[in-house]
Nanobody
Framework: QVQVVESGGGLVQPGGSLRLSCVAS????????MGWYRQAPGQEREFMAI???????TYEDSVRGRFSISRDNAKNTVYLQMNSLKPDDAAVYCC?????????????WGQGTQVTVSS
């Protein structure tokens, strides 16, 4: 019912910036919360940021002030602007979208986009 596709990852030097995008495609129901997690090799998946349909945001402490989440409801698209990137930020960044149909919520995930931070 929902396809979630991320883009925008790549290689960036420490201190650099990247902007990730994620589109949630659906023909029925509505997309509510959207957000980002990341997973580095050998580590647990880690919450990064979430944004509600109304624009309220929550961030993981280590990225607050460096990362900024935003969305375009008309396009069911969420963005993650990442600034002052550090080598520890390297990971696969995955997007999720909360889809609601007839009062029932289901979360859908994308395949992820790789972010590499290296000089």
């Amino acid at each position: 019912q929902v396809q979630v596709v991320e883009s925008g990852g790549g290689l960036v030097q420490p201190g650099g910036s990247l902007r990730l995008s994620c589109v949630a495609s659906t023909t029925i129901g509505n997309i509510y919360d959207m957000g980002w997690y990341r997973q580095a090799p050998g580590q647990e998946r880690e919450f990064m940021a979430i944004i509600t349909r109304g624009g309220a945001t929550t961030y993981e402490d280590s990225v607050r002030g460096r990362f900024s989440i935003s969305r375009d409801n008309a396009k069911n698209t969420v963005y993650l602007q990442m600034n002052s990137l550090k080598p520890d930020d390297a990971a696969v960044y995955c997007c999720f979208a909360a889809h609601v149909q007839v009062g029932r919520r289901s979360d859908y995930w994308g395949q992820g986009t790789q972010v590499t931070v290296s000089s």
